[in-house]
């Protein structure tokens, strides 16, 4: 019998256990001959992860406690491990160095005379089984910005590291043409992101095995080349944008450049980690690509994009082989992510590995998005995915409007994805709706629409989200008196200044933010060499511009929040750093706005503990019942201050 409770107290089987649940995120799936590879998150060992084979016996394991298969290029990290020769060769948190595993793991990079002081990612394969090649960031003293990058090659055999060149400030890993004559590589240099513009180089590797002059042959400003593979030892094939929209295309040696589908649909993304795939070569002109989170075939041929239509409806990162079999993690909205295995040629859909679906909650108890374009300023439109509240066991009162929570996406470039959310369903379940929102510069939309948040970052990202949730009120889907925003990283720049900015919001939760955007710069000393001058872009130069970044800043402040608001902070954290939410923080204090400071310890960029992730969403859950006035039972009341 279904139970009438107001929104926000309806009692769910989605506890924050199940969001935090361990062993369910695998990663970085890569194909080497016969075997599958993935790394595999591991929550409950301190957010570690670990390196995981796939071959005849089925997944194995390789890594156990003590090992922690990541790295800090970029502080995002690249691609962590590559398989040369049948052997694995991996990046350990710990120490940056890089290993071998034979048996146990064997250090083949010489241990940094400070800790994180070198660093290595975006692990490939070189020219033979001795060697792998990769990018090595070098710190250059005590500044956080003052990095060094160089394209390296390391011996298997641990008789060193050998420096293959450099060209830009930035780049990724060198891959070798098949006959090993070439190398190719995407560069690129501040103040440009890459997703503002990349150029795509190609050497001669020279007989000492060091590369010789570059030529860039695709790529430049005002176009970014995302991913690049060779199709042979005289083209390469990559996803840049030349018209504006992510396409493959195929590039000669001598700098032709040949879109091969072209169409005003996004086939890449941003480059936030080195080494991601948005396509993989099948072969006979054929590709597996990713378009809209589906999995889609490239005909060169034809000129067509064709969606495939399969049980997993989202794709990520695909490895291919000319076989016609892509791998990938799959997910859906009511499938949690896996290793999957399609075979082209017969339609066989494999799951090896990832969710149990008999560990996930009754689908009854998850949300169903639904996708929605709301009217913005100038005739743009803002997409969204609304998740109204949905639990079988309940319904709220007549005439009740639930509570609901904007989820801003971080980035700023970036998009939110219909992916399956526990961390929804969390609140869904209990009768909070949830409206992810991809404000003006969220990518999947083409250049132009990435381009909208230029000069505009705290304006046009807090507008839309506004927008959004104005409209989801005036249309009597949600309750206008109880909205709040939510957000990490750059989301939580957006979260903190929206409720400095507008009065739409009752209150918000702010997680591992940027609230000072002179600190975030390299003259203020609390950012990172990736991002030290992505601000530039979104808000304008800091000199020139200084008012500018002072008024949208939220620190300082405090008084014009419109309502009460929860923070949390990885203590660890090198990218949105801590000391920036300790001053927010204790300007909240005797402010007489009700507040809570959660700091984690041992947490970096985004929470990665099974402890961590179960008590910040319970704490939230507590948060927005007691600024909407409802009891979620069963969870620890959070104590707020004044």
């Known amino acids: 019998m279904v139970k009438i409770v107001s929104y926000g107290s309806w009692v769910s089987p989605v506890a924050a256990a199940a969001v935090a649940r361990p062993g369910t995120s695998p990663n970085w799936v890569r194909r080497f001959g016969e075997q599958v590879w993935w790394t595999l998150a591991k929550p409950e060992e301190g957010g570690r992860s670990t390196l995981v084979r796939h071959g005849a016996g089925g997944p194995e394991e390789l890594l156990g406690p003590g090992w922690n298969v990541r790295n800090r290029v970029h502080e995002y990290g690249g691609q962590p491990y590559t398989v040369v020769g049948g052997r694995a060769v991996f990046t350990n948190w710990d120490d940056q160095r890089v290993y071998l595993l034979d048996g146990e793991p064997v250090p083949l990079t010489p241990r940094p005379e400070r800790p994180q002081g070198v660093r290595y990612g975006d692990l490939g394969p070189g020219r033979d089984d001795g060697e792998v090649w990769a990018v090595r960031e070098s710190a250059v003293g005590e500044d956080p910005v003052r990095v060094a990058r160089d394209l390296v090659a390391i011996a298997l055999d641990g008789s060193g590291v050998r420096v293959l060149g450099a060209s830009h400030h930035f780049m990724t890993t060198p891959k070798p043409s098949p006959d090993g004559r070439f190398a190719a590589w995407l560069g690129w240099d501040h103040p440009a992101m890459p997703w503002d513009g990349t150029e795509l180089c190609v050497a001669h590797v020279l007989p000492d095995g060091a590369l010789g002059p570059h030529k860039v042959v695709a790529g430049g400003p005002g176009e970014a080349v995302c991913q690049v593979e060779w199709e042979g030892p005289d083209a390469l094939l990559a996803l840049t944008d030349p018209d504006g929209w992510w396409n493959l295309h195929r590039v000669s040696l001598d700098g032709t450049v040949t879109a091969l589908a072209p169409g005003e649909h996004e086939i890449g993304g941003p480059m936030w980690q080195l080494g991601r795939r948005w396509f993989g070569v099948l072969g006979r002109g054929r590709f597996a690509v990713v378009r809209a ?350």
């Open 293 to 642: 989170g589906g999995l889609a075939v490239l005909d060169e041929r034809s000129g067509t994009v064709t969606d495939v239509e399969t049980d997993v409806p989202l794709w990520s990162d695909p490895d291919t082989g000319t076989d016609g079999v892509v791998l990938a993690v799959g997910s859906g909205p009511r499938q949690g992510q896996s290793v999957v295995r399609l075979d082209l040629s017969t339609g066989e859909l494999a799951t090896l590995a990832g969710e149990d679906d008999e560990h996930l909650p009754d689908p009854a108890y998850l949300p169903e998005p639904v996708r929605r374009a709301f009217p913005g300023p100038g005739g743009r439109s803002i997409p969204a995915t609304v998740y109204a509240p949905s639990n079988p066991d309940f319904a709220a009162p007549d005439g009740e409007l639930p509570p609901y929570v904007v989820q801003v996406h971080g980035g700023p470039t970036g998009a939110c994805s219909s992916a399956l959310d526990l961390g929804f369903a969390y609140f869904t379940s209990r009768g909070i709706g949830v409206v992810a929102v991809d404000y003006g510069g969220s990518t999947g939309y083409g250049r132009a629409y990435r381009e909208v948040l230029n000069g505009q970052w705290g304006v046009v990202d807090v507008d839309d989200c506004a927008t959004v949730a104005a409209a989801l009120a005036a249309e009597g889907v949600a309750d206008p008196a109880r909205l709040a925003i939510r957000g990490g990283s750059a989301g939580g720049w957006t979260a903190a200044a929206s409720l400095v900015g507008v009065d739409t919001y009752a209150c918000g939760t702010v997680q591992f933010p940027i609230l000072d955007l002179h600190g975030w710069t390299a003259a203020g000393g609390e950012v990172h060499d990736f991002e030290s001058r992505y601000t530039e872009g979104l808000v304008g130069d800091p000199v020139e511009h200084a008012d500018r970044y002072r008024q949208r800043s939220p620190m300082g402040k405090v008084d014009r929040l419109s309502g009460p608001v929860l923070l949390m902070q990885g203590a660890e954290d090198r990218i949105c750093p801590p000391e920036q939410a300790d001053r927010f923080a204790a300007a909240l204090a005797g402010s007489g706005i009700a507040h809570a400071y959660l700091r984690f310890d041992g947490e970096q960029h985004g929470f990665r503990r099974f402890a961590t992730i179960v008590a910040a969403y319970e704490a939230e859950l507590s948060f927005y019942g007691q600024v909407f006035g409802f009891t979620p039972p069963g969870v620890p009341v959070l104590e707020l201050s004044r």
